[in-house]
């Protein structure tokens, strides 16, 4: 089926022209079985197209494709691979409106405050990888006077790369991009509730990539993640989710003996001490809970100790600035904060809200759900901070990915330098003071593998990017992640004598 190449800023005609079709081998096409399921609008309820229900011939189709083509791809030029990512970046950057408008429409993300965003940051991690084709080196080592002692870096092969649905395209560009400028060809299989626009993506790309580079399948985990993972072909696997299937990716990519990057979300520390620029420490607040994403992010900054002398002046002023944000329409140029991706999440939600209720913490309801009738039907919910609850706590524990944050008190530095740490997870952290002294202390000392001081910036391309504990394994979105998860190393001896 061939659709239209043009931009289409319309998302909603968009999204009925990608209906019901995924990419394999260069073309969109149908699942093989037929069957598909319906893609919902959270913010109003409604079915807005349907996806493919891929299941394993229609994976089998996307990893023989990869691996037919993977073997001319990693013969072009490194720097020739890098040009043509390059390209598609140059393409995706002048699609920035069509594809925010789509992911906010599938997501319930706000166009201007989140989608209109991650499409320029796709478009900026193609770009910034396209240039990176020369740095695919090797090494010369002074093994023996006698011979010559190189390193090549080579590409794996066939990439299996799983996505979630919180921000889709960026978190697909940053598996893809460095994967195919290092040799490989990818077979993605994108989050359920988010097939759109990374669809689109693929699209554009498949313009300008050699047909089968590039290869994207729709469906539900044990019916396609699964085969993906299993499937024989597949030499590596990079997955974005949660740790429970973490675990069960890891099981099985354990049963081929192949690598695998692991990104398993997290529930980050921000600390701030008793001589941090409030004003700027709740900003950070704002920005680092994610508050604009539903707070549905991995880095999200749950939990807030917050200095005992401060404590309550910075609840009074995060709760009040959180409150002046705008719930509604995620199309809306007026809208801060949309809706829940899906209905199962926001009863996940839901239901740690209530029970955080019931364990008598203080609580503020923030914002105010939409009054559009159109929006009656939409998965909204209101930012929460709750207060008196210990970091022993279910809320504080457990990662919500919701707009639900604790704020906890401390009274000593090693109080909370402990507190922080005591986490199953170790993905972010930030730290907000004055002190050079104390900051430079936390950096060393907070157990995560992104720590920020009076910031809390997203992941951003050319910053290492990955945690530590049960967040997962491997890193993301720089040079190294190129080198060391996407191609590797061989010796080469050359004895002339």
């Known amino acids: 089926m061939t659709i239209a190449i043009e931009p289409v800023t319309d998302p909603h005609a968009l999204a009925e022209a990608l209906s019901g079709r995924m990419l394999i081998d260069g073309a969109l096409v149908p699942a093989v079985s037929g069957r598909t399921y319906a893609v919902i609008n959270p913010a109003t309820g409604q079915t807005i197209a349907t996806a493919p229900f891929g299941e394993a011939a229609d994976v089998e189709a996307a990893v023989a494709s990869a691996a037919a083509a993977q073997k001319a791809w990693a013969k072009l030029p490194a720097r020739r691979r890098g040009a043509l990512v390059a390209e598609c970046g140059r393409l995706l950057a002048g699609r920035v409106e069509e594809l925010g408008r789509l992911v906010a429409l599938e997501t319930g993300k706000a166009l201007r405050t989140e989608s209109r965003g991650e499409a320029s940051v796709l478009a900026d991690v193609f770009t910034f990888f396209g240039g990176l084709g020369s740095e695919l080196k090797g090494e010369t080592i002074p093994f023996d006077p006698a011979m010559l002692t190189v390193t090549l870096r080579e590409p794996i092969g066939v990439i299996g790369a799983i996505i979630p649905w919180n921000a889709p395209m960026m978190l697909m560009a940053m598996k893809i991009a460095p994967a195919l400028v290092a040799g490989n060809a990818v077979v993605v299989k994108a989050a359920e509730e988010a097939p759109l626009a990374v669809l689109r993506v693929a699209q554009v790309m498949n313009t300008v990539l050699p047909k089968g580079v590039f290869n994207l399948i729709t469906g539900f985990g044990p019916e396609c993640g699964a085969p993906l993972v299993a499937a024989p072909a597949v030499r590596k696997v990079t997955f974005t ?189 930030t730290l907000w003071t004055r002190d050079l002294k104390t900051a430079l202390d936390a950096a060393h000392r907070l157990e995560a593998g992104f720590v920020q001081v009076n910031q809390n910036l997203v992941v951003q391309p050319s910053l290492s990017y990955g945690g530590i504990k049960q967040s997962g394994l491997g890193k993301e979105a720089s040079l190294e992640a190129m080198l060391e998860h996407f191609t590797h190393k061989k010796t080469v001896i050359l004895n002339m004598t």
Do not use: W
């Open 241 to 429: 989710g949660s740790v429970e299937t973490g675990r069960a990716v890891y099981r099985a990519a354990a049963d081929k003996l192949i690598p695998v990057t692991l990104e398993l979300g997290g529930k980050s520390p921000m600390i701030v001490m008793a001589d941090a620029d409030l004003d700027r420490a709740v900003a950070g607040a704002v920005a680092g809970m994610r508050f604009t994403r539903q707070g549905q992010s991995c880095t999200a900054s749950s939990r807030i100790f917050v200095h005992d002398s401060i404590h309550d002046a910075f609840v009074d002023r995060l709760a009040a600035a959180v409150d002046r944000m705008v719930m509604g329409d995620p199309l809306d140029e007026r809208t801060d904060i949309g809706a829940i991706v899906s209905k199962s999440q926001h009863e996940r939600v839901c239901g740690y809200i209530e029970a955080g209720r019931a364990a008598g913490a203080g609580v503020r309801a923030c914002s105010a759900l939409p009054d559009d009738p159109a929006l009656a039907g939409g998965l909204f919910v209101r930012p929460h901070v709750f207060t008196g609850l210990g970091n022993d706590s279910r809320l504080a524990r457990e990662e919500i990915f919701g707009p639900v944050c604790c704020v906890i008190r401390f009274r000593d530095y090693e109080e909370a330098i402990a507190a922080a740490n005591d986490s199953d997870y170790g993905l972010a952290a």
